[in-house]
């Protein structure tokens, strides 16, 4: 074939051709799975990052089978003898298999996780005795990042419990110390009226904010409990921001925080 005055030959144009067909065939199957694993409103927010996490391995192993066939069939069109390569690689793999046993059970542990739906990206869970948000997710491994700022990277093989605290809204308990010299009647009553302003104050707080009582005798203050629930990944932030509202609250109603005092008694 010649075009312009230069001839094209199989050996270039093949190779075009096998590309743009992968990259149609890679769409078309991005454009099904995606269909099939439509995230929508409907489902929980915990389905919702599974699919999204199965989604992302999904379209990741479809576009590395696309490259190797088409690598594989752009090598048989310049004559390499593509069987035999195969074999090859396929016994190098079973070697490099025996080798690497450990990435083998880190690859099983991985497809078991995605496929149970143990956890996912963007879900807070505890692995290990390490606390964090899910922030990858992979075949290899899984990276935790804690709300300080430390990412541990965990070998998935090496995953032996999991807490996901994703699955269900937490308790938040926030403790109010008031000095034993208060009007306890007076405390309660304050108290009360700011656990029913709470939901519209603090706006991530999830349902009813209760004022269980009074918690415990301490050794210079009577201490209240007030309980809420929230997400996972906002409880320390709500947590944060009850305790301003309960600060603010006491001061304006005069009601004093008492800080540790000490008797000491002097014999005669």
Do not use: W
């Not at 593509?82 to 396929?90: D, Q, R």
């Amino acid at each position: 074939m010649e075009l312009f005055g230069f001839r094209i030959t199989e050996k270039i144009y093949l190779p075009i051709f096998i590309i743009l067909i992968a990259l149609i065939l890679n769409l078309i199957l991005q454009i099904f799975i995606n269909s099939k694993l439509k995230i929508n409103q409907r489902l929980s927010k915990h389905e919702q990052r599974a699919r999204k996490t199965i989604l992302i391995l999904i379209q990741n192993i479809i576009k590395t089978i696309t490259v190797i066939i088409s690598i594989l069939l752009i090598l048989q069109v310049f004559g390499v003898n593509t069987s035999a390569l195969v074999a090859g690689v396929g016994a190098v793999s079973l070697v490099i298999g025996l080798a690497f046993q450990d990435l083998l059970k880190d690859f099983l542990v991985g497809i078991t996780i995605i496929l149970e739906s143990q956890f996912a990206i963007g879900e807070i869970v505890t692995i290990n005795d390490f606390k964090g948000e899910v922030v990858s997710l992979s075949l290899k491994s899984t990276r935790l990042k804690s709300y300080t700022g430390e990412v541990c990277i965990i070998s998935n093989r090496m995953i032996n419990t999991v807490i996901n605290h994703s699955l269900s809204d937490c308790l938040v308990t926030v403790d109010v110390s008031v000095s034993y010299d208060s009007d306890i009647s007076k405390v309660e009553k304050v108290l009360l009226k700011l656990c029913e302003k709470l939901q519209d104050l603090v706006p991530e707080i999830k349902g009813d904010v209760s004022l269980d009582g009074v918690e415990n005798l301490g050794d210079s203050a009577v201490i209240f409990r007030i309980s809420a629930k929230a997400s996972a990944k906002n409880a320390v932030m709500v947590k944060r921001k009850i305790f301003r509202e309960v600060k603010s609250v006491l001061d304006k109603n005069k009601i004093s925080i008492p800080f540790p005092q000490l008797e000491v008694h002097y014999e005669k």
